[in-house]
């Protein structure tokens, strides 16, 4: 089997770096001014009185939780939300940082595309919760929240954009997850309609092979039936014809099953063709029905379906003349046209094929796959007809 294409990068980099790295680089980023770098600001706020505690215990959490967001999406939001929240609260500041709120909105959006919409749904509330939720434990618990965000320091807008990122990551993480589930969905159509297919094909192709010989046989031993204690030898003759239509019959069973078991790969093996209607013909008329096959225009080589398909069709047809038809002989026409293939088959027998049988169904499929018309219906005069149009690709009419 070919390899599998690599994944694009993106897909590559997991998701504890798409957390960890702008949330790192926020925490590294706010507790710049404590060392006094340049071009820092000059007044940085005091960290609480165990603020570094906070801060090296918030940083553990966060981490660990980016860590465990592939295996277990919801505890490593949760231990990324809490560090954050410690990490915040260590360095007294007035409101989260937008690169520790990015990377929570990131968590937000793999949780929608990754996870079940309930717990998505519960991260993307706790993400919104974590703002008003650090105010109200900074400034203190008896103050309206509406004051909260009177301030000018932690106000109402600074909410309402973190809030919308959260919201745009878990609408863009939710699209993924339906996007994927609609690609699962459709894969898993198109593979069920594939089995059904190739069932429907093995159906035909089973009906195909068998139906012909079983009529042969079951008019040999009729015959040899007939004649057992007057025509001893015609008996023997019609039991041997037996013995070498169940044996072909097995063969091509035998064909057919390796065609089946052969790699995708390997090209189909095409059991029959037009190149065996007169051997067809020949095996019917021994078993008592005389087939006339008669060719217009120039004989060619065929594209292997329409070859197989023009086969079976006549076979089938032929198998329904010994059966139903009450008749002695039936008549196989091909025609080699410039852009097509007319075959057809007529007796002069009490008519026979209701368009309910596997027979006429398994024709009539094989017909409209390949694009072609298909008529069967009795004759005004007498008799049964079915006919075939079966248009030949350009290149191969030419």
Known sequence: MPASPPLPLLKRVPPGVWTGVPWTYGTLFSIRAFFHLPFMPTDPFPPTPYGWALIVSGSVLALSGCLLLRPLPLPGFGLLLAGTYAVTLGLNGLTL??????????AVGRLAATADRRRSLLALVLAIAVLPAY????????????????????????????????????????????????????????ATQAVTAERL??????????????????LQAGAAARVTTTQPEA?????????REGRETLAGLRRMLVALRAADSEPPVVAAGLGDIDRLAATTTAA??????????????????????????????VTNVVRHAGTRACRVTLDYREDELALEV?????????????????????????????????????????????????????
């Open 346 to 398: 007529t007796d002069d027998g009490h008519g026979h094929g209701t368009g309910t049988g596997f027979g006429l169904a398994g024709m009539r499929e094989r017909v409209a796959l390949l694009h072609g018309e298909f008529t069967a219906a009795p004759r005004p005069e007498g008799g049964f007809r079915v006919a075939v149009r079966l248009p030949v690709p350009a290149t191969v009419a030419r």
């Open 235 to 243: 008996a023997r003759e019609a039991m041997r014809a037996v013995e």
């Open 135 to 190: 105010q109200f434990t900074r400034v203190g618990l008896g103050r309206p929240l509406v004051a909260l965000y009177d301030t000018g320091r932690g106000d109402w807008r600074s909410w309402s954009s973190l809030t919308l990122m959260a919201v745009v990551a878990w609408l863009i993480g939710n699209s993924v997850r339906q996007n994927r589930a609609y690609t699962e969905r459709l894969t898993t159509q198109a």
């Open 97 to 106: 940082g937008l690169f520790h709120y990015t990377a929570l909105a990131i």
């Open 288 to 317: 008592g029905v005389r087939v006339e096959v008669r060719r217009r225009g120039e004989p060619r080589q065929l594209p292997p379906d329409i070859d197989l398909s023009a086969f079976r069709i006549v076979q089938e047809s």
């Open 201 to 218: 094909r093995i159906a035909r192709e089973m009906h195909d092979t068998v139906a012909h010989s079983i009529g042969i046989i079951a």
